[in-house]
């Protein structure tokens, strides 16, 4: 196949991007010239991917003479877990990663973690009584089966994927420049302009009917997308929904071993203590300093297996989300005063992992379960269906030798719900079942646009929300994204470099400078 030559003029741009993401660790901006005081000791609250990632590029930023302290409860990954069924291990939160996803192909570059090795699959929608569509093995099949039923909508869609990626892969160049911005807003609008903050308050459906795209084509290919990445229907954020499609692109890849190694691998490499222990409170305190002037910390009260204690520290990162059902941090002492829940509700998606027998018959096929080679089966939004999906899914290491089992043989389905699954639903869906293990997420956000106000990155002068991004999209790269910007907008603040700081038209600014 031939490339056209704006193919390899951006493809060429996507190189160089990754290649200078790949120099940042080398460019400590801890040991420009002209740089004051460090901070002594920072906190981060959350080993998630967003906490993770913030104290890895924290420690680039502020240097190796910084004490950073990452508060964590529970395991280190937040969402990102895996389960154990007979003898190996699963996916049952974030699963899969763009091509395009700079951060996290730099994350395990630096940490040595291969790529999880790929296993074909094949996809099919369901709607809720029978598959309206099932991929074949030919592609110039699929094509046609596409053309026929939706005209150039499919091919279309690709194109307006690519032109809001195109957009999207500029905060890759501002961040290599150590450019950062002080709100959601305005880093969406640095990236994609009034388009990305139009994207941002209206609907998916009414940003691609917009464009001309079918109804049917909505209903019928973009909402199984949807329900399957973000467990909602047409009616989220056109933004969110653009990541969505994007993630149904070709060329998803995992980190072998699971995706949550890649936190663990941060925490490691930021030399970052891990203090378990559940943040209950963060409180402005006064101290005299040297200079005979006065200071201002943060105190962080909380509470471990070895009861209540409480530190002092000159910079805090929250990471984790602050609304209802996902913490219960209280802030004391500031003024305006901090809330300890936004507003907006995160969604419930209940992920199920089954080891059994599919009864394809549930999905109105007549082929037999020997000859049914189908691994993802997506819904469409119809009332009748109680599932947004249904996965044959692979271990988070493949063996040698390893072929994925057919239908008529017991292997492990991830089914993803709005509500835990019944008994009666599960013996409809399988002839036999030998181990299922649930997980309730609060995973993402309920999006419903309009957006009128994301949560703010700055809570007070040298506290930080890195989880206000989710409110645009919730991922894997954007909470690595919101966790550079975050640990940039520290830096920049702490030393009072203004001019690194919401910056507008960087993008023809720095267009020569790659």
């Known amino acids: 196949m031939t490339l056209s030559l704006r193919t390899l003029l951006f493809l060429s741009m996507r190189a160089l991007l990754f290649l200078g993401l790949c120099q940042t660790g080398r460019r400590s901006l801890a040991s420009a010239p002209g740089l004051g005081e460090q901070p002594k000791r920072i906190a981060v609250v959350g080993a998630g991917i967003g906490g993770t990632s913030a104290a890895y590029f924290l420690r680039q930023e502020f240097g190796a003479g910084v004490r950073i302290d990452v508060f964590e409860p529970g395991a280190v990954g937040g969402r990102l877990a895996t389960v154990k069924i007979g003898d190996y291990e ?5 699963a899969v990663i763009h091509p395009l996803n700079l951060h996290m192909k730099h994350f395990i570059d630096k940490l040595g973690i291969p790529q999880r090795k790929d296993v ?15 991929e074949s093995d030919w592609f110039i099949v699929n094509m046609l089966r596409l053309l026929w039923r939706y005209g150039f909508n499919f091919l279309r869609m690709q194109m307006w994927v690519e032109g809001i990626l195109d957009k999207f892969m500029r905060i890759y160049q501002y961040q290599q420049f150590g450019y950062s911005f002080s709100s959601v807003e305005k880093l969406l609008h640095a990236m994609g302009g009034d388009s990305f903050l139009t994207l941002l308050n209206q609907t998916l459906e009414e940003a691609m009917l917009g464009d001309g795209f079918s109804q049917v084509f909505l209903n019928d290919m973009v909402a199984p997308i949807t329900r399957v990445n973000y467990g909602q229907s047409v009616r989220i954020n056109g933004f969110v929904g653009a990541v969505s499609l994007a993630g149904a692109d070709s060329g998803l890849w995992a980190v072998d071993g699971g995706n949550k190694r890649v936190c663990s691998g941060l925490l490691y490499h930021s030399k970052a203590e891990l203090i378990a222990a559940r943040v209950t409170s963060v409180s402005v305190k006064v101290r005299p300093s040297k200079s005979g002037t006065t200071a201002t910390f943060y105190e962080i009260n909380y509470v471990g297996e070895s009861g209540s204690a409480h530190s002092l520290y000159d910079l805090v990162i929250i990471a984790t989300p602050l609304h209802q059902g996902k913490s219960d941090i209280s802030f004391s002492g500031f003024s305006p005063p901090i809330p300890s829940h936004y507003p907006g509700r995160y969604h419930q998606t209940v992920s199920t992992l089954v080891h059994g027998r599919l009864n394809v018959s549930y999905l109105g096929t007549t082929e037999q379960a020997s000859k049914f080679t189908v691994s993802d089966i997506f819904t469409t939004d119809s009332k009748g269906c109680a599932i947004n999906s249904l996965s044959s899914i692979d271990p988070v290491h493949i063996p040698p030798g390893y072929v994925r089992p057919p239908g008529s043989q017991a ?4 089914l993803f719900s709005p509500q835990p699954l019944s008994q009666e639903q599960l013996e409809h869906m399988f002839l036999s079942r030998d181990s299922v293990s649930e997980t309730r997420w609060l995973a993402y956000p309920a999006y419903r646009p309009p957006q009128r106000m994301t949560p703010p990155f700055i809570l007070h002068d040298r ?8 409110w645009a999209a919730s991922a894997m790269e954007m909470s690595a994204i919101s966790a550079r910007n975050v640990a940039l907008l520290a830096h920049h603040r702490w030393h009072a470099q203004e001019g690194k700081i919401d910056q507008e038209d960087l993008h023809t600014r720095l267009r020569g400078e790659l």
Request: aromatic share 18%.
């Open 90 to 94: 699963y996916e049952t939160g974030g």
């Open 120 to 134: 074909p699959s094949k996809s099919a929608i369901f709607d809720g009584k029978e598959l309206i569509f099932e």
């Open 411 to 414: 292997k492990v389905w991830k």
């Open 463 to 470: 506290l930080y929300y890195l989880n206000a991004v989710e």
